[in-house]
């Protein structure tokens, strides 16, 4: 006897499944699209001092994953992935400094096509005599604000000198879209 399946049957056949799926008590959504907030959502993205890597093949430093302790002045340098379409306004930091020179951290933005890269903001924040402290600065320009994944990649920086710490960072963004 030979066995024939036709259209019809195939359909009955799916029909089956997805009604077996749909009883069996499992989440099922249909999407389309990406959700759109009401009001702009504010999101924070920290980077601890464990995401640094050093600028330097002879770096001589400390990194436990909570703070960055150096011999000399060391820079470091961290990717960085926010949501796209997402609006940067903070950069903050915490950190321990001894002098007016040291401790720095900066956002910046690099378009691999063009092997460009544009400062969006920097810190250089005050002596704080060993103590630990935050510091921040908002970000206002709307024209370094946007978050564009397809065009650029996003990189933080830090420089640490001797007896000093960099224990981490925040970026602060907007966004209303959820699901991209």
């Not at 378009?111 to 969006?120: C, D, S």
Request: aromatic share 10%; charged share 10%.
């Amino acid at each position: 006897m030979r066995a024939s399946v036709t259209a019809r049957h195939v359909g009955f056949v799916l029909a089956g499944i997805l009604i077996g799926l749909m009883l069996s008590g499992g989440a099922h959504a249909i999407v389309y699209g990406a959700f759109r907030y009401s009001k702009p959502q504010t999101g924070y993205l920290t980077i601890s001092p464990a995401s640094f890597v050093p600028a330097s093949n002879s770096a001589v430093y400390g990194n436990d994953g909570s703070s960055i302790v150096t011999t000399g002045q060391q820079c470091f340098s961290a990717g960085v992935n926010l949501p796209q379409d997402a609006k940067i306004t903070q950069l903050a930091m915490w950190y321990s400094k001894n002098d007016d020179t040291s401790v720095q951290l900066s956002l910046s933005r690099s378009e691999p096509a063009l092997f460009n890269t544009t400062g969006i903001a920097s810190l250089s924040p005050v002596n704080t005599g060993g103590t630990g402290k935050a510091a921040a600065v908002n970000i206002t320009n709307t024209s370094l604000q946007t978050v564009n994944n397809i065009r650029y990649m996003y990189i933080v920086n830090n420089c640490v000198s001797d007896q000093e710490f960099f224990a981490g960072a925040r970026i602060k963004y907007t966004y209303t879209t959820a699901g991209d």
